[in-house]
């Protein structure tokens, strides 16, 4: 048995009270890749998207289009995804440890998360982004790097933290406010 109860009334209640903000949500939601409709979304872009199954596990982004070298399409263009949003985040943090830090680099990893763009583990000098990062247009990959970059001087959500976020990156909140239109 489950350890939640919840009886069908108690449920069609919450969903009642969201439904606004759900139906926001569905009708919002875009794929950043679709096979039906032949498109890829790279970095805010979307390419039209060309399939030729050379059996390898290959994208690239060539001459306005989006190439994928498989028939393995989602394996793909994940594996295109975690290498092109590592070398993003790596220039990245880079240029803002320069410009804004006293703080050696830290290890960057990418990973697939539901629910999150990026994660500090200040302890560790490690930063995790999520390989969706692929599909928003920069400036908003800039605000998620500089927001986990800011937790290795303050590790929550103070305001203190939101002050040091602010100097370094004045327009955050607008940043932030598109970010949250996204999924992840």
Not at 23 to 36: F, M, T
Not at 77 to 103: C, I, M, N, S
Not at 107 to 127: A, D, E, H, L
Not at 152 to 165: D, G, K, Q, T, V
Request: proline share 4%; net charge positive; charged share 25%.
């Amino acid at each position: 048995s489950s350890a939640y109860a919840f009886t069908i009334p108690e449920i069609e209640a919450v969903i009642q009270k969201n439904k606004q903000k759900i139906l926001r949500g569905i009708r919002a939601y875009e794929p950043y890749i679709s096979v039906e409709e032949g498109y890829a979304t790279v970095y805010g872009q979307r390419y039209p998207l060309i399939i030729n199954d050379l059996h390898r596990l290959r994208c690239e982004l060539y001459q306005g289009r989006f190439y994928i070298y498989s028939s393995q399409i989602e394996k793909a263009f994940e594996a295109y995804a975690k290498k092109e949003v590592l070398r993003y985040t790596q220039g990245k943090v880079r240029e803002y440890l320069d410009l804004y830090f006293d703080h050696p680099m830290p290890k960057i990893v990418v990973k697939k998360y539901k629910g999150r763009w990026g994660s500090c583990y200040y302890t560790k000098n490690m930063v995790s982004f999520n390989l969706s990062l692929i599909y928003l247009d920069p400036q908003l990959i800039d605000y998620v790097v500089m927001h986990e970059l800011c937790h290795f001087i303050e590790a929550n959500h103070s305001p203190r933290f939101y002050h040091e976020l602010a100097k370094r990156m004045p327009d955050y909140a607008y940043r932030q406010e598109l970010l949250k239109g996204k999924n992840v």
